[in-house]
C-alpha cells in the first residue's frame, strides 16, 4: 500500500558517482518534451530529502562510494535504487582499476539495474516501468527471487 | 465552518496546482501530468518517513509548516464566509487577512533557519530580502480599494461599494493598482521569475532542502491552498467578488481562471531574477507605480 501510493508520484533524485556523463545526459533526455515523464507524475527532485528513487550513475570509485552510502541513508524510505548503465551495474570498462574496488549493488541494496553504455532513455523508463510492475506484488524486487 | 473552508481550498488549490503544471507542460509542447497528480503527490509525503536532520531545533522545525498551513486555512475561511455569507464578517477583517498572507513565507523562514543547513539559511535570508521587497508595493496597492470604498477595511464594505460603482481595477489607480498586486503575489507564491528563495538549480531547494515527508507535505499544500487563496483574495478587492447567482458564480471562476493563466503565463515566460534584481526591481518600478496608484486614488480618479 506504501510502496504503491509513492510509485504513483516518484521523485528522482539523481546521483552521480564519477560517471562519464552520457548516462546522465540519458536521464535529461527522459525528462524533456519528446518523453516527458511527468506524464506519470516523475519530478527531478533537487534535494535527496525530498526523493523516492535514487537513480545512480557511474562507477563508484572511491571517493564516490562513500558518498553514495550517505546519500542513501540520507534519504526518507521507503526508497528505491535504480542502477543506470554498464558502469554501476558491473564497473564496466573500469572493472580492472584500482579505484573501483567494489560495484554498486555491493554498497547500498539496487531495486533495477538498467543495462546499456549508455542505456537509451526509453530503457530508462523501461527499467522504471519493471520497478512499478515489481512491487505491484507488494515485494521489493530483490525479496522477489 | 474552519474544517469546510480547509477541505474547500485544498480542494480548489490542488487542482489550480495540477492547472498551473499541465498549463506549463502545454506551454513546453508536453503532455503533463494527470489530473489527481497533486493529491498523489501529497498522499505519497504523507507515507513517507519524517526525517529530522541532525542538530536541528526540533521543536521550531517541526512546528513551522502547521503554523504556515493554520494561518492559510483562517485567512481563506475568512476570504469563503465573505463569498457566502456577509453577516459572519467583522470590521478590519482586510488587515487581518494581509497579515495572515505573511505568516507563510515567516514560516518557511523560521523552518528554514532551525533546520542547519546552509542552503536552507541561504534560501531563508533571501526569502527575508524578498519579503522586505515586496511587502511595501502589496500594502500599497491594496491601499488603494480602501481609500476609493471611502476608507473601509472590511471586505463586505468593499464588495457592496463594487456591487454599487463597479470594480476598483476599472478605474486608472485600480487598474495601476491591481497590476502591482499581481507581481507581488507572483512573488508571495514564491514562483518564477521570483523563485530566489528555492531555486532548484541553485540551492538546491532553498528553504525546503531538509524538509520530508509529512512536513514537506504540509509545505506544499500551505503553496498550493495559497495559489487558491491569494487569488481569491485580488478578486475580492478589484474585481468585485466571486459574486451570487448561477451567472454571477460563472463569471466569478471566469475571473479565476483568469488570474491564474495571467500568473502562470508570467511565470514560463520568464527567467529567474537574482535576489538583487528582484529587490530592485520592487523598489524601484512596483513601488512608483504603487504610490502613483495611491496618490491618484485620493484624488478620485
Known sequence: MKIKTVLKSPWIFHASSGSCNNCDIEIVDCLTPRFDVERFGILLAGSIRHADVILVTGSCNRQAAARVKKLYENAPKPVFVVAIGECSLSRGMFINSYNCPVPLDKIIPVDVYVPGCPPKPEAIIAGILKLMEKTKTGKKPQENK | ?301
Not at chain 2, 503544471?21 to 501529497?42: C, E, H, M, N, S
Not at chain 2, 513517507?48 to 522545525?61: A, D, H, M, N, R
Not at chain 2, 500568473?263 to 523598489?283: G, H, S, Y
Open chain 2, 1 to 301: 465552518m474552519v474544517i469546510l473552508g480547509f477541505i474547500f481550498t485544498a480542494i480548489v488549490g490542488l487542482i489550480a496546482s495540477w492547472a498551473e503544471r499541465k498549463i506549463t507542460a502545454r506551454i513546453q509542447y508536453r503532455v503533463g501530468p494527470v489530473l489527481l497528480q497533486p493529491f498523489y503527490d501529497i498522499a505519497k509525503l504523507f507515507v513517507k518517513q519524517t526525517l529530522i536532520p541532525e542538530g536541528s531545533f526540533k521543536p521550531v522545525f517541526l512546528a513551522a509548516p502547521i503554523i504556515g498551513i493554520l494561518s492559510v486555512i483562517v485567512s481563506s475561511t475568512i476570504l469563503w464566509i465573505n463569498c457566502v455569507n456577509m453577516k459572519y464578517t467583522f470590521w478590519g477583517d482586510l488587515i487581518v487577512v494581509v497579515y495572515l498572507f505573511m505568516v507563510p513565507s515567516l514560516s518557511l523562514m523560521m523552518g528554514a533557519f532551525a533546520a542547519k543547513n546552509i542552503y536552507a539559511a541561504l534560501g531563508a535570508a533571501r526569502e527575508m530580502k524578498l519579503i522586505l521587497s515586496y511587502e511595501l508595493p502589496f500594502i500599497l496597492a491594496i491601499l488603494v480599494p480602501v481609500i476609493k470604498s471611502g476608507y473601509s477595511v472590511r471586505f463586505s464594505e468593499m464588495l457592496q461599494y463594487q456591487a454599487a460603482y463597479g470594480p476598483f481595477a476599472m478605474s486608472l489607480s485600480g487598474g495601476l493598482a491591481f497590476i502591482v498586486a499581481v507581481v507581488c503575489i507572483q512573488a508571495k507564491l514564491g514562483f518564477v521569475p521570483f523563485d530566489v528563495a528555492e531555486a532548484e538549480t541553485e540551492i538546491v531547494g532553498g528553504v525546503l532542502v531538509e524538509y520530508s515527508g509529512k512536513a514537506l507535505g504540509i509545505f506544499r499544500l500551505m503553496k498550493n491552498m495559497l495559489l487558491a487563496a491569494l487569488p481569491v483574495f485580488l478578486i475580492m478587492i478589484f474585481l468585485g467578488g466571486l459574486g451570487d447567482g448561477f451567472l454571477g458564480l460563472f463569471f466569478g471562476i471566469l475571473k479565476y481562471i483568469m488570474i491564474l493563466l495571467l500568473i502562470v503565463v508570467i511565470k514560463n515566460t520568464n527567467p529567474r531574477l537574482r535576489i538583487d534584481q528582484a529587490v530592485r526591481f520592487f523598489w524601484g518600478p512596483v513601488t512608483v507605480c504603487a504610490i502613483a496608484a495611491v496618490i491618484l486614488a485620493a484624488r478620485g480618479l
